[in-house]
């Protein structure tokens, strides 16, 4: 079967096109056929695709929203100059997975979409304002041009995480909340943990019940997440994305009353203590440079700026301490699993982050730290460390993929 992975932003449509089915999934031989992304979407979008093993296809047009976006994308995939082996139309496509943000409580596995679930996705925006809406944009849209006989599943970020139990998921707030709204940690990065989780388990050829690993997904958005007996038992982010780790341009934990004080000194509405939280702060507002690691890394070593530093410091010291706590809430782990732009390519934050928790049994090995850059998998931690460290490139379209085949199919829906 081809796939269509799609992961709508407010401005942006990625996806990628993958062959597979249950005989390709049970040999690990599906293949990605396509990827490409369009961003701005709503003004003059800049459109950036690729079959695998061709060139790269640029262009800058104006594409008015989502329906324009997947129609550009499609009217790609299947021009013959695109020539991607065994997709000439539409009907080459057999089903499309969706990456939703926001399933609630209701969600815990993928499903198959109809009326019902869209109605569930809706109930949702409440608590995922910016992005369900979206998702939704993206499935009316994939109907709509791909007609209602082609199958669509939806895959939620949040999925992963219902196995938490209620002491990691429970806001210490008035129960009725809980009851009323609730209101409760959800997180979030559910599908890059699971994948991270089952191919953590292929490498080292553990039972799913013996998977006890602290997996760190370092990226613009940041997480961390407990994965005890193979299943998630706690997670950084919470009933929203902007708890926990520092993040490109989230600060993450602070104290509540910061936002009352700025209210009353600044005179800041809740929208732009919104904005604050979630757009400005993070690396962002620590460095007043930028929220991308790299930049920041460079300017550190290039110019010696004491913020960027400072900025890389906390950064790194704040999911350090997540560790600790992880270590200690699941009764100890075997391992520390770096994914997410960040996590799978800098040497130097694996490394910074690291450090001092040799009292623990973790060290890193210096050489295997460095070469585990730009998509490479391994251990990275050194012979005999009691605490292993691994990186893991996370691959969340093939997860989705993969459900989506086993959801069509009527197959079970595995781990
Ligand atoms: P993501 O959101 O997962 O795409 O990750 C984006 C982040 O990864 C940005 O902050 C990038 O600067 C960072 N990143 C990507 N490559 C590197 C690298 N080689 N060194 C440091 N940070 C990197």
Excluded at 273 to 299: A, H, I, V, W, Y
Aim: charged share 25%.
């Amino acid at each position: 079967m081809n796939v269509l992975v799609l992961n709508c932003g407010s401005s942006s449509v990625k996806f990628q096109l993958l062959s597979t089915d249950l005989d390709l999934i049970s040999k690990n031989a599906d293949r990605r056929l396509a990827s490409g992304v369009v961003e701005r979407v709503g003004s003059e979008s800049l459109v950036s695709f690729q079959a695998e093993g061709g060139p790269k296809f640029r262009t800058a047009e104006p594409l008015r929203d989502h329906r324009a976006a997947l129609d550009r994308i499609l009217r790609w995939v299947v021009a013959p100059e695109t020539a991607i082996s065994g997709v000439r139309s539409l009907a080459d496509i057999h089903a499309v997975g969706h990456r939703v943000v926001h399933g609630g409580e209701r969600f815990k596995q993928c499903v198959l979409l109809d009326d019902s679930v869209i109605d569930g996705i809706e109930d949702n925006i409440e608590l995922a304002p910016l992005h369900n809406p979206a998702n939704l944009k993206g499935i009316a849209a994939a109907r709509e041009l791909l007609g209602p006989g082609v199958p669509q599943c939806a895959v939620f970020d949040t999925a992963f995480h219902s196995t938490m139990p209620d002491t990691s998921y429970l806001y210490a707030l008035p129960y009725q909340l809980y009851r009323r709204y609730k209101l409760r940690r959800y997180g979030f990065h559910g599908t890059s943990y699971r994948y991270v989780a089952y191919r953590y388990r292929q490498l080292t050829e553990k039972k799913q019940k013996d998977v006890n690993i602290i997996a760190l997904h370092l990226g613009n958005g940041a997480s961390a997440c407990a994965i005890k007996a193979g299943d998630s038992f706690d997670t950084s982010m919470g009933l929203t994305p902007t708890e926990g780790l520092v993040m490109g341009t989230r600060g993450g934990d602070m104290d509540p009353a910061i936002l009352e004080f700025l209210h009353h000194r600044e005179g800041l509405s809740f929208e732009q203590l919104d904005t604050l939280l979630n757009k400005s702060s993070g690396l962002l507002g620590l460095s007043g440079l930028t929220n991308d690691m790299r930049e920041l890394l460079e300017e550190e070593k290039e110019n010696g700026d004491r913020r960027a530093r400072l900025a890389v410091d906390i950064f790194c010291a704040r999911a350090r301490k997540y560790v600790g706590a992880y270590l200690a809430a699941m009764g100890g782990a075997d391992a520390v699993v770096f994914t997410g732009g960040i996590g799978e390519n800098s040497a130097e934050v694996r490394a910074r982050l690291c450090k001092g928790l040799d009292w623990l049994g973790l060290s890193l090995d210096a050489a295997r730290n460095k070469a585990a850059t730009g998509g490479k998998e391994g251990r990275v931690s050194a012979e005999g460390s009691r605490l292993a460290a691994w990186v893991i490139p996370t691959n969340e379209e093939l997860l989705i993929a993969r459900d989506t085949v086993r959801v069509v199919k009527g197959a079970p829906r595995r781990w």
